[in-house]
C-alpha cells in the first residue's frame, strides 16, 4: 500500500502539534491524518481518536486512509516515565513494535523518534558519537534503546523502511511541554516574558544538547524524504542543535529581560540530566542525509521572546 497520506500518532503533544501543522502545509491538509488518545482543542483537517495499545483499531485506520507514511510519536517522556515505568514501557514499546507489524503488513514508510536519553553516565559526554555504547538510566531511554533495535531488526529482516533521529531537548513555542528533563528550556521563556522569576528543577551548570523546534521539524521531514538508499542507518541518528546550561539560557534572556530572575531548585530530574551527553556529534547525519542546523542560543532566545510576546499579547486582548 502506497499512498501518500500520512498519519501522525501523538499528534496533540509538543512536537506532534508542530509536525501535524508543517506536513499539512507541505502535502496539503486532507493527506495528513492526526490521532491521538484525546480530541485536540481545535482541529483544522481530518483527526481519529486511536489508542496505539490497539492494534485492530490501528489496523482500522490504516486502511481507511490508505496510509503511505507513518511518524509515530506517540510516547510517555522521561520524567513522567520515570514516575509509573512499567505504564511507560508498555506504551513505548507494544505501540512501536504494533506499528512495525503494520508497516511490514502495508509496507508504509515508518518515522520512530529516539532520543538523547539512549545514553548513560558511560557514555562519553562530550561530542558523543553517533556509535557510542547505549546504557541509558530511565525507563524512557531503555525502551528508546530496545526500539532503535527493533527498527533495524524489522529493516533487516522484513524490509521496513524505517527512519529514526535521536532528538536532543526540543524547544518551542508553539506547545507547552509534555513531561520531559529539558522542559525547563521551554518554560524558562515563559516566565520571562510574563515577567516572572523561575525556578528551575536542573543545577544552573547543567549543560544539555538542545535543539530548537523548526529544526527538528526540519530534520525529521528531511529524513523521512531523503532517499532510501542515503539513509544508512535503521536505528536512531544522532543530530545537533546547540548545547548550553540553564545559566547561559538565562544570561541571554537578560540581555532582552535585564531584570529576568532565576533560582535553582534541583529535584530527580537532575539526575536524569546527569546521565545525559553535554553535546552531541552529528556527522553521520551530515554526511549521510545532509542534515545542518540552523539556529544557535542566540537566535533561537530572540525567536522564542518574539513569538511568545505576541502570544501573550493576543491571549490578554
Known sequence: MKTKTILI????????TVLTEALRERFGTENVIATDIRKPDTSDGPFELLDVLDKDRFDEVIRKYEVGEVYHLAAILSAKGEQNPKWAWEIN?????DVLDLARKYEFKLFFPSSIAVFGGNTPRVDTPQDAVLQPETVYGISKSAGENWCQYYHNRYGVDVRSVRYPGIIGYQSLPGGGTTDYAVDIYHYAVKEEAYTCFLKENARLPMMYMEDAIRATIEIMQA?????KLRGGYNIAGT??????VAATIKTHYPDFSIQYEPDFRQDIASSWPESISDEAAREDWGWKPKFGLKEMTEDMLHQLKNYYRLKVS
Open 93 to 97: 514499546m507494544t505501540g512501536l513494535l
Open 227 to 231: 532517499p532510501a538508499e542515503k539513509v
Open 9 to 16: 500518532t501523538g499528534a496533540n503533544g509538543q512536537i506532534g
Open 243 to 248: 548545547s548550553f546550561t540553564p545559566e547561559e
